[in-house]
Protein backbone atom coordinates (compact mmCIF):
# COMPACT_ATOMS: atom_id res chain seq x y z
CA UNK A 1 0.00 0.00 0.00
CA UNK A 2 2.88 2.53 1.20
CA UNK A 3 5.06 1.64 -2.39
CA UNK A 4 1.67 1.86 -4.36
CA UNK A 5 0.67 5.25 -2.56
CA UNK A 6 5.08 6.49 -3.38
CA UNK A 7 4.45 6.64 -7.06
CA UNK A 8 1.26 8.88 -6.46
CA UNK A 9 3.19 11.01 -4.13
CA UNK A 10 6.02 11.68 -6.57
CA UNK A 11 3.40 12.52 -9.14
CA UNK A 12 1.40 14.39 -6.75
CA UNK A 13 2.96 16.13 -3.85
CA UNK A 14 1.67 16.60 -0.66
CA UNK A 15 0.12 20.36 -0.73
CA UNK A 16 -1.26 22.93 1.78
CA UNK A 17 -4.51 23.57 1.12
CA UNK A 18 -6.18 27.06 1.50
CA UNK A 19 -9.11 27.11 3.04
CA UNK A 20 -12.31 29.30 1.40
CA UNK A 21 -11.57 31.82 3.82
CA UNK A 22 -7.67 31.93 3.31
CA UNK A 23 -6.67 29.42 5.78
CA UNK A 24 -3.52 27.45 5.26
CA UNK A 25 -4.54 23.65 5.87
CA UNK A 26 -2.37 21.87 8.77
CA UNK A 27 -3.43 18.88 7.20
CA UNK A 28 -1.37 18.46 3.84
CA UNK A 29 -3.31 16.67 0.74
CA UNK A 30 -3.04 14.78 -2.40
CA UNK A 31 -5.18 13.03 -4.20
CA UNK A 32 -5.74 9.80 -6.78
CA UNK A 33 -8.71 8.55 -8.67
CA UNK A 34 -10.96 10.29 -11.39
CA UNK A 35 -11.24 13.37 -8.96
CA UNK A 36 -9.75 14.77 -6.49
CA UNK A 37 -11.09 16.67 -3.73
CA UNK A 38 -9.39 20.48 -3.58
CA UNK A 39 -9.98 23.81 -1.71
CA UNK A 40 -8.49 26.98 -2.30
CA UNK A 41 -10.13 31.07 -2.06
CA UNK A 42 -13.19 29.54 -4.66
CA UNK A 43 -14.13 26.77 -2.25
CA UNK A 44 -14.41 23.21 -1.95
CA UNK A 45 -14.76 20.88 -4.47
CA UNK A 46 -13.83 17.92 -6.91
CA UNK A 47 -11.72 18.60 -9.83
CA UNK A 48 -10.58 15.55 -12.28
CA UNK A 49 -6.65 17.75 -12.53
CA UNK A 50 -4.56 18.37 -10.10
CA UNK A 51 -4.48 22.57 -10.15
CA UNK A 52 -0.74 22.25 -9.01
CA UNK A 53 0.74 20.36 -12.05
CA UNK A 54 -2.40 20.71 -14.74
CA UNK A 55 -2.30 16.90 -14.89
CA UNK A 56 -4.91 14.35 -14.01
CA UNK A 57 -4.72 12.92 -11.15
CA UNK A 58 -3.01 10.01 -10.59
CA UNK A 59 -4.56 6.46 -11.42
CA UNK A 60 -6.50 4.50 -8.20
CA UNK A 61 -3.95 2.23 -6.96
CA UNK A 62 -5.82 -1.47 -7.53
CA UNK A 63 -4.62 -2.38 -4.19
CA UNK A 64 -6.21 1.19 -3.10
CA UNK A 65 -9.29 0.29 -5.03
CA UNK A 66 -9.96 -3.16 -3.72
CA UNK A 67 -9.19 -2.52 0.03
CA UNK A 68 -11.82 -0.57 0.29
CA UNK A 69 -14.45 -2.06 -1.88
CA UNK A 70 -13.82 -5.35 0.00
CA UNK A 71 -14.30 -3.28 3.15
CA UNK A 72 -17.29 -1.33 2.51
CA UNK A 73 -19.08 -4.65 1.48
CA UNK A 74 -18.25 -5.95 5.05
CA UNK A 75 -19.26 -2.84 6.31
CA UNK A 76 -22.76 -3.93 5.04
CA UNK A 77 -22.47 -1.53 1.74
CA UNK A 78 -21.98 -3.76 -1.12
CA UNK A 79 -21.09 -2.42 -4.75
CA UNK A 80 -18.73 0.42 -3.56
CA UNK A 81 -17.04 2.11 -6.54
CA UNK A 82 -15.12 4.71 -5.55
CA UNK A 83 -13.71 7.46 -7.84
CA UNK A 84 -11.49 9.09 -5.11
CA UNK A 85 -9.15 8.96 -2.67
CA UNK A 86 -7.91 11.58 -0.55
CA UNK A 87 -4.71 11.26 0.94
CA UNK A 88 -4.13 13.61 3.98
CA UNK A 89 -0.76 13.80 5.80
CA UNK A 90 -0.69 14.74 9.53
CA UNK A 91 2.60 15.76 10.94
CA UNK A 92 2.74 16.49 15.06
CA UNK A 93 0.36 18.95 15.71
CA UNK A 94 -1.81 18.85 12.67
CA UNK A 95 -5.73 18.69 13.10
CA UNK A 96 -9.00 18.52 11.12
CA UNK A 97 -11.17 20.56 12.74
CA UNK A 98 -15.45 19.20 12.80
CA UNK A 99 -16.97 18.83 9.26
CA UNK A 100 -19.32 17.09 7.47
CA UNK A 101 -18.14 15.37 4.35
CA UNK A 102 -20.87 17.10 1.78
CA UNK A 103 -19.01 17.43 -1.53
CA UNK A 104 -20.22 14.73 -2.78
CA UNK A 105 -23.17 13.73 -5.23
CA UNK A 106 -24.65 10.83 -4.12
CA UNK A 107 -24.55 10.81 -0.02
CA UNK A 108 -25.99 6.90 -0.79
CA UNK A 109 -22.33 5.75 -0.69
CA UNK A 110 -20.72 4.76 1.97
CA UNK A 111 -16.97 6.59 2.74
CA UNK A 112 -13.89 4.31 3.90
CA UNK A 113 -11.48 5.35 5.45
CA UNK A 114 -7.71 3.57 5.77
CA UNK A 115 -5.29 5.13 8.60
CA UNK A 116 -1.56 4.18 8.31
CA UNK A 117 1.44 5.47 10.79
CA UNK A 118 1.26 7.09 14.19
CA UNK A 119 -2.23 7.20 16.19
CA UNK A 120 -5.13 9.95 15.89
CA UNK A 121 -8.09 10.72 17.55
CA UNK A 122 -11.29 10.63 15.53
CA UNK A 123 -13.85 12.69 16.68
CA UNK A 124 -17.13 11.35 15.61
CA UNK A 125 -20.22 13.64 16.27
CA UNK A 126 -23.34 13.87 15.47
CA UNK A 127 -26.14 15.56 12.72
CA UNK A 128 -25.05 19.13 14.48
CA UNK A 129 -22.01 20.60 15.12
CA UNK A 130 -23.39 20.78 18.56
CA UNK A 131 -23.47 17.30 19.18
CA UNK A 132 -20.71 15.88 21.69
CA UNK A 133 -18.29 14.05 19.53
CA UNK A 134 -17.26 10.62 20.46
CA UNK A 135 -13.19 10.11 20.70
CA UNK A 136 -12.24 6.89 18.68
CA UNK A 137 -8.35 6.32 18.73
CA UNK A 138 -7.58 5.08 14.94
CA UNK A 139 -4.41 2.44 14.38
CA UNK A 140 -2.00 1.77 12.19
CA UNK A 141 -3.71 -0.46 9.76
CA UNK A 142 -7.11 0.97 11.09
CA UNK A 143 -10.01 0.96 8.27
CA UNK A 144 -13.37 2.90 8.93
CA UNK A 145 -16.57 2.48 6.93
CA UNK A 146 -19.47 5.19 7.29
CA UNK A 147 -22.32 5.58 5.57
CA UNK A 148 -26.16 5.67 5.87
CA UNK A 149 -27.49 8.04 8.87
CA UNK A 150 -23.94 8.43 9.73
CA UNK A 151 -22.86 9.95 6.52
CA UNK A 152 -23.39 13.44 7.52
CA UNK A 153 -21.90 13.52 10.68
CA UNK A 154 -19.75 15.64 11.82
CA UNK A 155 -16.36 14.44 12.43
CA UNK A 156 -12.37 15.54 12.95
CA UNK A 157 -9.54 14.56 13.98
CA UNK A 158 -7.73 16.17 16.98
CA UNK A 159 -4.12 17.69 16.91
CA UNK A 160 -1.64 14.71 15.91
CA UNK A 161 0.62 13.85 19.50
CA UNK A 162 4.30 13.63 18.35
CA UNK A 163 6.09 10.07 17.67
CA UNK A 164 7.90 7.88 15.04
CA UNK A 165 6.35 5.14 13.40
CA UNK A 166 8.10 2.24 11.64
CA UNK A 167 6.02 2.78 8.72
CA UNK A 168 5.80 6.19 8.00
CA UNK A 169 8.16 8.30 10.25
CA UNK A 170 6.57 11.50 11.89
CA UNK A 171 3.32 11.28 10.38
CA UNK A 172 0.03 10.00 10.30
CA UNK A 173 -1.74 9.37 6.71
CA UNK A 174 -5.48 8.39 5.92
CA UNK A 175 -6.82 7.41 2.71
CA UNK A 176 -10.18 8.81 2.84
CA UNK A 177 -12.14 7.04 -0.31
CA UNK A 178 -15.88 8.16 -1.40
CA UNK A 179 -17.56 8.20 -4.32
CA UNK A 180 -17.69 12.04 -5.86
CA UNK A 181 -19.71 11.54 -9.00
C1 LIG B 1 -8.83 11.63 8.73
N1 LIG B 1 -10.99 11.80 7.84
O1 LIG B 1 -9.12 10.56 9.22
C2 LIG B 1 -9.89 12.54 8.19
N2 LIG B 1 -14.31 11.89 6.62
O2 LIG B 1 -7.68 12.03 8.62
C3 LIG B 1 -12.16 12.31 7.48
O3 LIG B 1 -12.37 13.50 7.41
C4 LIG B 1 -13.24 11.38 7.19
O4 LIG B 1 -12.07 9.50 8.06
C5 LIG B 1 -15.37 11.09 6.39
C6 LIG B 1 -15.35 9.77 6.69
C7 LIG B 1 -14.25 9.21 7.24
C8 LIG B 1 -13.16 10.01 7.51
FE1 LIG C 1 -14.21 14.07 6.56
Known amino acids: MIAALEAVIAAAPFRHMLTPGGRRMSVAMT ?14 R ?9 NPWPQMPA ?12 GGFPGFTPDTCLIN ?11 QDKDECDFSAPIVSV ?33 GT ?13 GDHPLTGRCRINLTLRKAT
Open 89 to 99: RYRPGAQLTLH
Open 63 to 74: AVFNLAARAAGA
Open 46 to 54: YTGCDPMTQ
Open 150 to 162: ARLAYHGIAPLAD
Open 115 to 147: SLGLSAVFLFGGLHRRDRPRRIRMHNGDVAVWG
Open 31 to 44: NCGRNGWVTDRSGY
